[in-house]
């Protein structure tokens, strides 16, 4: 248990790395979903670019999604794009550089899948088999003398050699060959673009754009980093005021019975510091509450933190007012008090 707590632990501490690792599953699981689907052309002339078409695209498409929603960092990218400006404008630099960061990872299931399906060649042939060039390939002699309809009949049904009845016209293995030569040259290809891309965006770019990106890359990180302080937070105090709410319902239901167990305790002599420990315990957590102690105040914190988060310069902010609005004049000036207690 504990190994396994170590590694979540880990991963939790290495986002990027956890995300990375996640696409890398992701992609390895898209080719064995290819590798595992049991691909049906339906061998019409009607149906085949479309069916082709919908194997190709959809299944991206689901992937990207699913890399989208997987993220931790879709819900902080719509949270910052739709608050409120309040004292904290919002970088459209940044939120490009996180929606970016997003799409990059997001990508790679997507792409590995198309890739793998091009390099496959079974959706190509499908959806290309009555574009095969018969006076090439074939008996170019009887192609005239057919109706376009009854010729692309005979070619839809390439793809399916249960059903083929075409070799007097053009031999099966022929346009299977030329098409998958195509579909694979094709998937080289758009595995080399792909990859081509991926090291001009990630090497190149910021080379061009270095402050820009130091820029974005910095306030990307800080407002997660804000994001998780904040929660953990409020996560730290919802506990305290849980504890100090179910400690205060006890003392209301069980006081005669805490009068009783405090006589006990003066009468015991040595056991009478328990009471000291418990109070000491409740101010404790009673600190740990920052002077929130009901409901309609922690929603009013609430709600002033996403309408008005605070501005980005420390030590220089002003007076809030009751609405959470910086006051306007002169600071008034602090005075500090010491205090001391004496051990007796």
Known sequence: MDKFRMIFQFLQSNQESFMNGICGIMALASAQ???AFDFNCPCLPGYNAAYSAGILLAPPLVLFLLGLVMNNNVSMLAEEWKRPPGRRAKDPAVLRYMFCSMAQ???IAPVVWVAVTLLDGKCFLCAFCTAVPVSLLGNGSLVPGLPPPELARLLARVPC???YDGDWLLAREVA???LRCISQAL????VLLTTLLAFVVRSVRPC???AAFLKSKYWSHYIDIERKLFDETCTEHAKAFAKVCIQQFFEAMNHDLELGHA???LAAGPTGSAAPAATEGADEEREKLRGITDQGTMNRLLTSWHECKPPLRLGQEEPLVGNGWAGGGPRP???EVATYFSKV
Do not use: D, N
């Open 161 to 163: 050699p249960e059903i």
């Open 187 to 190: 998937g080289w290809s758009f």
């Open 176 to 178: 299977v060959r030329y």
């Open 105 to 107: 990872r997001a990508l």
């Open 33 to 35: 979903m290819y590798s």
């Open 208 to 210: 061009f754009t270095q």
């Open 333 to 335: 000036s602090r005075k």
């Open 263 to 265: 006589h006990g305790a």
